[in-house]
């Protein structure tokens, strides 16, 4: 069965970095991407970024970037979201999920997250 | 960015009723709409894709509809297990964002 383990919690001073590992299991790597997303406490859930895991294309909102790097490794089917220049306000749990996009027809895209890991809490604080 | 905004922030409803959750998006997002549920210290939960499409192994008693702006997630006969935050998500817009989501107990 898909399955995505990710690694365990994480405390960090403010202008620290923190890197997060997924590790998958039970489907081909390389013909889906994952997705990082966190979730802040008592907020919503909030996209971080994205990677493919055939070709490692990225990308991120403005908000992350220069600060998030997503990396996978194929040998060990694992992706990895690292964060620099931690703040406060990035205290969140950090979840990594599997992102299936299909194209049913060329006018159309399927894009959504099937499979999530546990979750990591990441705590930044002085 | 879209911004996706989801009303009642929460609500509270009795075992086997009809709850009906609703998400606007700022502009239109075509059927470009997912929903999830995501239970207390467990990893969210896809429902419902592409507006109206029930992801493997939900149960039937949760639909979908709505295209454009206005979508809406509906359970049909609450159950118990069903207390949980519901988050609607549009997609293929950069960057992809999340309702402030509903939060659903038993009354």
Same mark, same amino acid.
């Given at each position: 069965?898909?399955?995505?383990?990710?690694?365990?919690?994480?405390?960090?001073?403010?202008?620290?970095?923190?890197?997060?590992?997924c590790k998958t299991s039970g489907y081909t790597f390389l013909s889906y991407?994952?997705?990082?997303?966190?979730?802040?406490?008592?907020?919503?859930?909030?996209?971080?970024?994205?990677?493919?895991?055939?070709?490692?294309?990225?990308?991120?909102?403005?908000?992350?970037?220069?600060?998030?790097?997503?990396?996978?490794?194929?040998?060990?089917?694992?992706?990895?979201?690292?964060?620099?220049?931690?703040?406060?306000?990035?205290?969140?749990?950090?979840?990594?999920?599997?992102?299936?996009?299909?194209?049913?027809?060329?006018?159309?895209v399927v894009d959504y997250f099937d499979y999530w890991g546990q979750g990591?809490?990441?705590?930044?604080?002085? | 960015?879209?911004?996706? #905004?989801?009303? !009642? @922030?929460?609500? *509270?409803? %009795?075992?086997?009723?009809?709850?009906?959750?609703?998400?606007?998006? &700022?502009?239109?997002?075509?059927?470009?709409?997912?929903?999830?549920?995501?239970?207390?210290?467990?990893?969210?939960?896809?429902?419902?894709?592409?507006?109206?499409?029930?992801? #493997?192994?939900? !149960? @039937?008693?949760? *639909?979908? %509809?709505?295209?454009?702006?206005?979508?809406?997630?509906?359970?049909? &006969?609450?159950?118990?297990?069903?207390?949980?935050?519901?988050?609607?998500?549009?997609?293929?817009?950069?960057?992809?964002?999340?309702?402030?989501?509903?939060?659903?107990?038993?009354?």
């Open positions: 069965q898909v399955q995505l383990v990710q690694s365990g919690s994480e405390m960090k001073k403010p202008g620290a970095s923190v890197k997060v590992s991407g994952i997705s990082w997303l966190r979730q802040a406490p008592g907020q919503g859930l909030e996209w971080v970024g994205w990677i493919g895991a055939y070709n490692g294309d990225s990308n991120s909102p403005q908000k992350f970037q220069g600060r998030v790097i997503m990396t996978i490794e194929t040998s060990t089917n694992t992706a990895y979201m690292e964060m620099r220049n931690l703040r406060s306000d990035d205290t969140a749990v950090y979840y990594c999920a599997r992102r299936v996009i299909v194209l049913p027809t060329a006018l159309k990591t809490l990441v705590t930044v604080s002085s | 960015d879209i911004q996706m #905004t989801q009303s !009642p @922030s929460s609500l *509270s409803a %009795s075992v086997g009723d009809r709850v009906t959750i609703t998400c606007q998006a &700022s502009q239109d997002i075509n059927n470009y709409l997912n929903w999830y549920q995501h239970k207390p210290g467990k990893a969210p939960k896809l429902l419902i894709y592409d507006a109206s499409n029930l992801a #493997t192994g939900v !149960p @039937s008693r949760f *639909s979908g %509809s709505g295209s454009g702006t206005d979508f809406t997630l509906t359970i049909s &006969s609450l159950q118990t297990e069903d207390i949980a935050t519901y988050y609607c998500q549009q997609y293929p817009n950069f960057p992809i964002t999340f309702g402030q989501g509903t939060r659903l107990d038993i009354k």
